[in-house]
């Protein structure tokens, strides 16, 4: 059994000092040690997306990568993307609005990856959001909704913190 | 009810009793094993254990794996962990060339680029050099996994992990690209043409690090076009195909590249068929039977999802259409 490594993990802007094997995923990290559960387990070999999070704002899969690769890198799970407790992000009232979700499981994945695309694309294309959505797997909507969902946020974003037209 | 339950739990077939690191290790059953405390003393894990090594230097990274026979180079990661989670593979050291210096890089030299090896297949895909002055391998790059796996996924380690349906392996091989590697003290280079030797085998000695991938870049402007079939967007590929052409003022094709992959165990270079078209009009009737006849004699592989004869007629129906899609594009240029 191979020794565990003092890690050190910046995750939604909080610094972790964590003890792991070296073979623990970043995804197993988060959830089992950290107690960040909105990283969902699905395939866990880079198949479905569902484990997906932001690895200095661009979405990677966290079951493809061992905790010990992840210290240094500014690490955003679905949990850091919330305004306050008990508050939505835009994009996810965007897909709460639109119904982009049914049973939720791959939906932290859908709104991180989503919300990569937005961090450097104001307004995508229908085309644009396929792409950006295209490694994560839903089995209940369609994908319909959920491409909905994104360009509602964009357009939603795109209208924020502009002056008033008169 | 509650005994009914009980009956139904006493019933079931007790699991065979595994030693711990073959038991299927979802997360489910970490949790369900993790609070009971008697049988695991740890939380399940997909990989087997290795010992982690993060080397600073390129001469340290060499030492690491000439000392230990079942080490393994790992960066992006994105289709070693894969092979480690189903326990394909179960290297007892992982070396991280990730943060090795000066290995993530795109560069001009004299007629060619010059990618490193750590470099992801995210930053080669927008980058202007790649755009500029390698169409064929921009062209091909969205078609290498997904988004979220291109981002930690390297140029270098698609190379090294040879996977016969690798577009940028196929990319390498139709250009005639050259893998240069560091062996401890030793530098080398090997033409993309003799590296690639079975599916996942290469030619890089054990103990080396594959440090670059120089692909030539053609004097004259060039029309590129890169087809490939698969069951879903970005999964693996049945057959690819991939083809650069210049062509003459008087619109003979002047040059061509042109190559196919996972049809075969490697990528293949379609010689014969590049000799038939230089210096030839590019009629669908010419391009046809050029590429038919180079991939007469090929032995292309079969399994559940494609048979042979798929892949062959597959192969050659992309082929015509890479050429088509890159003499077009070629006559759009003059």
């Known amino acids: ?166 | 009810m509650l005994s009914a339950v009980r009956d139904a739990s006493i019933d079931a077939p007790t699991p065979p009793d595994l030693p711990v690191d073959r038991k299927p290790a979802t997360s489910a059953n970490a949790r369900r094993a993790a609070p009971s405390g008697r049988r695991f003393s740890h939380l399940e894990m997909k990989a087997a254990a290795f010992a982690y090594s993060r080397p600073t230097g390129l001469e340290e990274a060499c030492a690491l794996l000439a000392a230990d026979d079942g080490a393994r180079v790992i960066a992006g990661g994105q289709t070693l962990v894969p092979l480690m989670a189903m326990r394909l593979a179960r290297p007892t050291r992982l070396v991280d060339i990730a943060r090795v210096p000066d290995l993530a890089f795109v560069r001009e030299e004299a007629d060619a680029i010059a990618i490193g090896a750590t470099t992801t297949q995210r930053t080669a895909e927008h980058h202007p050099l790649v755009h500029g002055k390698l169409p064929l391998l921009a062209r091909a790059l969205p078609f290498v996994g997904h988004t979220a796996t291109r981002a930690r996924g390297t140029i270098g380690g698609s190379l090294a992990n040879a996977d016969a349906a690798a577009e940028i392996a196929l990319v390498a091989v139709t250009l005639g690209a050259t893998i240069a590697y560091r062996d401890g003290e030793r530098s080398g280079e090997i033409a993309a043409g003799d590296f690639f030797i079975g599916p996942m085998v290469t030619a890089l000695p054990a103990s080396a690090v594959l440090i670059s991938a120089r692909f030539p870049v053609w004097s004259e402007s060039v029309g590129v076009g890169f087809h490939e079939i698969s069951s879903r967007k970005s999964d693996f590929a049945f057959a690819s195909a991939a083809a650069q052409v210049s062509i003459d003022p008087d619109g003979r094709c002047r040059r061509i590249a042109i190559g196919v992959g996972a049809a075969t165990e490697v990528p293949l270079r379609l010689a014969a068929a590049e000799q038939a078209l230089t210096g030839a009009r590019l009629t669908p009737e010419t391009v046809r039977a050029a590429v038919t006849d180079a991939l007469a004699d090929i032995t292309p592989m079969a399994d559940l999802h494609a048979s042979a004869e798929y892949r062959r007629r597959v192969a050659r129906t992309l082929a015509i259409r890479a050429i088509g899609e890159a003499y077009e594009k070629a006559g759009h240029v003059h």
Request: aromatic share 4%; charged share 15%.
């Open chain 1, 1 to 166: 059994m191979s020794t565990e490594l003092a890690t050190e993990l910046s995750v939604n802007g909080t610094t972790h000092r964590v003890d792991v094997e070296p073979r623990m995923t970043l995804l197993d990290c988060l959830r089992d040690k950290l107690g960040l559960v909105g990283a969902h387990a699905g395939c866990e070999h880079g198949v479905c997306g569902a484990c997906t999070v932001l690895l200095d704002g661009i979405a990677v899969r966290s079951c493809l990568m061992f905790a010990v690769q992840a210290d240094g890198y500014a690490i955003t799970t679905i949990e850091g993307l919330t305004p306050a407790p008990g508050e939505l992000s835009v994009l996810q009232d965007a897909f709460c609005e639109t119904h982009g979700l049914q049973c939720g499981y791959c939906t932290p994945a859908m709104i991180l990856a989503a919300h990569a695309l937005l961090a450097g694309n104001q307004s995508p294309t229908r085309e644009d959001i396929v792409e950006a959505i295209s490694g994560n797997i839903c089995r209940c909507t369609g994908y319909g909704q959920i491409v909905e969902a994104v360009a509602l946020a964009a357009e939603r974003l795109r209208g924020a913190n502009r002056p008033v037209e008169p």
